[in-house]
């Protein structure tokens, strides 16, 4: 009967790379039923694990979530190691879509305690790779960058392609983000060379992605626009709603910094939002409301821009997107002083200098002390990281006080204007002659 179990597995897993998930879960399931009656463990463990990844496809998270926990249960207790090290790996990636933070710092330290455990060369590099992506999320440049060299160093020791692939990427988003365009390209581009020989289509939808990034901030908008759409194609094909939307919005933002592409701007953004509202993705409907307010204000529709800046405001306030909060509300802030809706300009203001006071004063401070709490690393390393993280809040920090200036600067001069105006106009309705009234 496993032999059966098998067939359906397998046949599972290749509807799942043709993207049919719905089929492949119901193979799953008869694969799964037959294990539990020959009380397969590793069976049964093995097509929970795939079916967590066929639920993941579908966005159902939850699902997802309860697969891949009775996975890990099953490998414990049978003592297979490297298969709970994959678990442990997507588990990981289920709390990040679930936005469970504890449960991610926990999960990575039992990923390298793991690694360590069963001293697997692709293993460990991936590991390395992993805790990079972690810090990158959490903003600690260095580090990710340090864990991503440690990764593409083991990887090429050992020869692993899949390895080398994911820290070359990782080493250029991490470029990305340090502003050094020309240096994440060259990374990339490396990182594609490697992808297109493993024909690894989604990974490759993230590199051009990433191309299109990188390009887009050298102000190369044709060059971006060309990645963005490749990405596009690749995962139309691959048919996840996700990523297609995230594309969609890539490309409406990169026609929206071109200017003079407003309408073609929204058409994909409004196509994005679409796939937004089927799969309830609330990130993605908080952004894609704030550019479409942006791309309005630019066409001088400011009542139209006004709506949708509003409703990305309120969506990203409900769902914690810091960076939305900021974008909207200083998007209002501009739109509200240019339409005489001072108080309203003033508002948006303090909403934007508190977002920005929190992430100074508080976020990033509450992250050394986790850092120092959760990962066991010895005093001189700890010295080192906590010492790059208070660097970098140096430089945060006079980044946001600059910009605070000039956001004051720029509401206190359309203040200092429209007060002008009016002052103009009083002076000119009191020149006027007052026509004398005739005797009745």
């Known amino acids: 009967m496993d032999g059966i179990g098998d067939a359906y597995t397998y046949l599972g897993v290749a509807y799942f790379y043709k993207y049919h998930y719905d089929t492949a879960i119901t193979l799953h399931n008869k694969a799964y039923a037959i294990y539990e009656k020959t009380n397969n463990i590793n069976g049964m463990a093995q097509v929970l694990y795939a079916m967590s990844y066929d ?27 490297l298969k709970l090290y994959d678990v442990i790996e997507g588990l990981i990636y289920i709390h990040k879509q679930l936005h469970e933070e504890k449960e991610i710092d926990s999960l990575m330290n039992e990923l390298i305690m793991t690694a360590e455990r069963i001293n697997d060369k692709k293993r460990l590099a991936n590991s390395y790779f992993t805790l990079g992506n972690r810090y990158l999320e959490q903003a600690y440049l260095n580090l990710a960058i340090d864990a991503y060299f440690k990764s593409l160093k083991i990887a090429e020791e050992s020869g692993d392609s899949v390895e080398i692939a994911n820290a070359q990427g990782s080493v250029g988003l991490a470029k990305l983000y340090l502003r050094e365009y020309n240096d994440a390209i060259e990374y990339y581009r490396r990182q594609e060379v490697i992808l297109k020989d493993m024909n690894n289509e989604f990974e490759l939808s993230t590199t051009y992605t990433n191309l299109g990034e990188a390009y887009n901030a050298l102000k190369d908008y044709a060059a971006g626009l060309g990645y963005h759409m490749k990405a596009l194609e690749i995962r139309n094909r691959m048919n996840f709603k996700l990523a297609i939307s995230n594309s969609l919005y890539n490309i409406g933002y990169t026609y929206f910094l071109m200017k003079d592409s407003a309408d073609l701007a929204l058409t994909y953004i409004s196509q ?69 809706s001072f108080k309203k300009a003033f508002s948006n203001m303090q909403i934007n200098n508190e977002i920005s006071d929190s992430i100074i004063s508080g ?56 007060f002008g105006i009016f002052l103009y106009h009083s002076y000119q309705k009191s020149r006027k002659p007052i026509k004398k009234r005739r005797p009745c």
Do not use: P
């Not at 639920?55 to 190691?81: F, P, T, V, W």
């Not at 850092?371 to 920090?397: A, R, W």
């Open 55 to 81: 639920y993941s496809l579908k966005q159902d998270m939850h699902k997802s979530l309860e697969c891949a926990r009775k996975a890990r249960s099953l490998y414990e207790k049978s003592g297979n190691y």
């Open 363 to 418: 976020e990033n401070f509450k992250k050394i002390t986790q850092l120092e709490m959760q990962y066991g690393f010895d005093k001189k390393q700890n010295e080192i990281e906590v010492s790059h993280l208070q660097e970098k809040l140096q430089y945060e920090t006079e980044l946001k006080r600059n910009k605070l200036i000039r956001n004051f600067s720029m509401l206190f001069g359309l203040l200092i204007i429209a």
């Open 272 to 340: 994005s939002l679409k796939i937004d509202r089927e799969i309830n993705n609330y990130d993605g409907l908080a952004k894609n409301y704030m550019l479409s307010g942006k791309i309005f204000a630019l066409k001088n529709d400011y009542s139209t821009a006004v709506g949708y800046l509003e409703q990305g405001l309120a969506m990203a306030k409900q769902y914690n997107n810091m960076d939305v909060q900021m974008e909207a509300s200083g998007a209002l802030s501009e739109l509200y002083a240019l339409t005489g």
